[in-house]
């Protein structure tokens, strides 16, 4: 019964989390939910990729022992429903001040604890830390164009050049300034200082362009 609802639902080797799975199988009770999801993987339903996260099976016997790629895993996991970014390296690949590709996976998501610092996952390729305010549909660019800041110096471009680049971007994403330098308060002490700094050379720019 539960297989043909799962196919409808989801694609095969499409990584599934438990929470995802309460609202197919409605048992409320706990033990009795555990087990008809232990029978479901024993009875072949569903495959078990890790705790809390299962995946159908590829019907064609050639790809029947591949799982879930870890893209759709992190994803999954941690960034859906905007709750997360992918940082890093791959952030500036993303918007091109880059041309180096990156394989690991640097992820800020709002679905750890607050106190969460370079979590180890995967072989170590993946790697999840809270973020500095909590991400959301209406600040995610804003997240991203700050931690863009945060590692500009992977960027392949002069750091003038690279301060024009930020504030083409600033445009073409119509953040608002004020509410840039309000999120950057979150990047606190020290440490940060330059990326503060960088904020400010970017509205900066901005003004001196605009007159």
Do not use: C, W
């Not at 639902?9 to 706990?30: A, G, M, T």
């Not at 890790?50 to 019907?59: A, D, K, L, T, V």
């Not at 500095?132 to 960027?155: G, R, V």
């Amino acid at each position: 019964m539960y297989a043909d609802v799962l196919h409808n639902l989801f694609q095969e080797r499409e990584p599934i989390l438990k929470d995802e799975l309460k609202k197919v199988i409605r048992i409320n009770n706990e033990n009795s939910f555990n087990q008809a999801l232990s029978n479901m993987v024993l009875f072949g339903v569903l495959k078990r990729f890790e705790n809390g996260i299962y995946y159908i099976q590829s019907s064609n016997k050639k790809f029947e022992d591949l799982k879930p790629s870890i893209n759709d895993i992190i994803y999954k996991k941690y960034q859906k429903n905007n709750n997360g970014i992918r940082s890093g390296a791959y952030l500036l690949y993303k918007y091109k001040f880059t041309s180096q590709v990156s394989e690991y996976y640097e992820i800020l998501s709002n679905n750890v604890s607050s106190n969460t610092r370079s979590k180890k996952e995967y072989k170590g390729k993946v790697i999840v830390s809270s973020p500095k305010f909590e991400i959301n549909k209406d600040n995610i660019q804003y997240m991203e164009f700050l931690e863009i800041i945060k590692h500009i110096d992977l960027s392949d471009y002069h750091f003038n050049e690279s301060i024009e680049k930020l504030s083409d971007l600033f445009l073409d994403l119509k953040l608002d300034k004020d509410l840039l330098v309000k999120y950057s308060i979150h990047y606190k002490g020290n440490r940060f200082i330059n990326l503060r700094n960088i904020v400010k050379g970017v509205i900066d720019y901005e003004i001196t362009r605009k007159h």
